[in-house]
């Protein structure tokens, strides 16, 4: 039978863009469908505008800093419509790339959503489409647990586009967009608290490294409310704890999780076996359980990073048209949380390391990073390696501090190589500096 086109992606993010460019450079016939901005949640309501707002929001200690080392400055003021335009600006061109990248390489766009009908067709604008493999890229949204009243709160799609800052906000949550919000927040001037329902920050992360988090994000002006569990929101924004504390704000948003975007797309009709929450269910190579739907990014709920998408999407052209059949590597993955301060981590918590390795070493520094002497901030950095005693490799490695993405990503390809703390320790460090802690901890502190 001839089809249309040999894929048809669903879904114009980081990942079915990837796909979908790549296959068309290896001669494939590719079409994609998009009912929204190109470039997912990650350009549009993600990891992009989400850290030009961190930028904005970290300029506030900059300017208090800068007077230790001399510096005489005017009363620093904030204009929000201002960063709000500028991002949107950003973001526009972003989009724009995207889609040259696409119409460049020669793939049909779609604009509209896109269901599946069955194994090789989709439905686009009324209009049905053949395809040899169907690709379901279409990402995550945001889970607001079904409290009374959640009507009256936000998620971070919204808070991308507030036409103005609130004077009192609540965050819930404690996973990577709540930490990084309230730091967001806090930083613009906005009295912020954080509830989470957990003992600590960060659940799925090293334990040792949310409880830091939680202190440092404390000390620079958040309020903290751990194992603080909302049950009702009021019209006025009134929010009642299961404790039974109730508190008004003017803004609550709810950071609570992202679920995968599968709801009404014709999957489970078509035989594609989801799991409890959506997800598409897949293999290795990302196909799912009908040979001819694959499915890769956030919608797969396997590792939902950005950059894992875009591998995803390379792994599978390489599968299916590049003759290469590819599986993707989802151990050692290195993550950055662009809270304040930054986070980042590569390989096994410690707690992981344990279930697994039964005898770790951990090895620990935390201090006054030396921008900070001069001054009267208390923030510390915290850098932590944990090694398997028996092969002395580097299993996991974290950080908290100023510039941690940047500064974890060369410590990652160590960690992905399975360099021993030997050879961690026989690198000679760059001085001074926060980064030469990893090659100069000496001494197990467990």
Not at 121 to 128: D, S
Not at 159 to 167: C, I, M, N, T, V
Not at 347 to 373: C, D, I, Q
């Amino acid at each position: 039978m001839k089809h249309d086109f040999d894929l048809f992606t669903i879904g114009g993010g980081s990942g079915g863009v990837r796909a979908s460019r790549v296959s068309a450079g290896l001669g494939a016939r590719v079409a994609i469908a998009e009912a929204g901005h190109f470039g997912g949640t990650c350009v549009n309501v993600g990891c992009i505008p989400k850290k030009l707002f961190s930028y904005a929001a970290h300029f506030r200690e900059d300017f208090e800093v800068a007077k230790s080392f001399g510096w005489s400055i005017g009363e620093p003021r904030f204009d929000w419509p201002t960063l709000l335009a500028n991002k949107n600006r950003e973001i526009a061109r972003l989009n724009g790339v995207y889609e040259r990248l696409l119409t460049d390489a020669g793939v049909a766009i779609h604009r509209g959503r896109a269901v599946v009908r069955d194994a090789h067709t989709v439905e686009v604008n009324g209009k049905a489409f053949t395809a040899r493999h169907l690709l379901v890229a279409t990402g995550g949204w945001p889970y607001v647990p079904a409290i009374a009243g959640r009507e009256h709160a936000i998620t971070s799609n919204e808070a991308f586009f507030l036409e103005r800052l609130p004077g009192h906000a609540l965050v819930v949550g404690g996973g990577y967009v709540a930490v990084e919000f309230a730091s967001i927040f806090n930083g613009l001037g906005v009295a912020t608290t954080l509830a989470y329902r957990g003992a600590h920050l960060l659940r799925g992360f090293d334990a040792e490294l949310g409880r830091h988090l939680g202190d440092e994000m404390a000390k620079k002006g958040v309020r903290v409310r751990l194992q603080a569990n909302p049950i009702r929101v009021e019209a006025d924004r009134t929010v009642e704890f299961a404790d039974g504390t109730r508190e008004r704000f003017d803004l609550v948003m709810f950071a609570t999780g992202r679920r995968p975007n599968t709801e009404s797309l014709g999957l489970e009709q078509a035989g594609v076996q989801l799991s409890e929450d959506g997800a598409v269910l897949v293999d290795a190579y990302s196909r799912s359980s009908v040979e001819s739907i694959w499915a890769i990014g956030d919608v797969t709920d396997r590792l939902n990073l950005t950059p894992v998408a875009t591998a995803e999407g390379m792994g599978l052209a390489k599968t299916l048209f590049g003759g290469e059949p590819t599986p993707i590597d989802h151990d050692n993955v290195p993550t950055a949380v662009f809270a304040d301060p930054n986070l980042a981590t590569v390989g096994l918590s410690e707690e992981t390391a344990r279930e697994r390795f039964g005898n770790v070493e951990v090895y620990r520094a935390s201090f006054r990073a030396l921008k900070h002497t001069l001054g009267e901030r208390p923030e510390k950095t915290f850098l932590k390696l944990v090694v398997d005693a028996a092969s002395q490799r580097v299993l996991g490695a974290h950080m908290l501090g100023p510039d941690a993405g940047e500064i974890l990503q060369g410590i990652a390809i160590a960690v992905k190589l399975g360099a021993t703390k030997a050879q961690f320790d026989a690198t000679i460090g760059i001085h001074p500096t926060a980064a030469e802690e990893f090659v100069t901890m000496r001494t197990p502190s467990a």
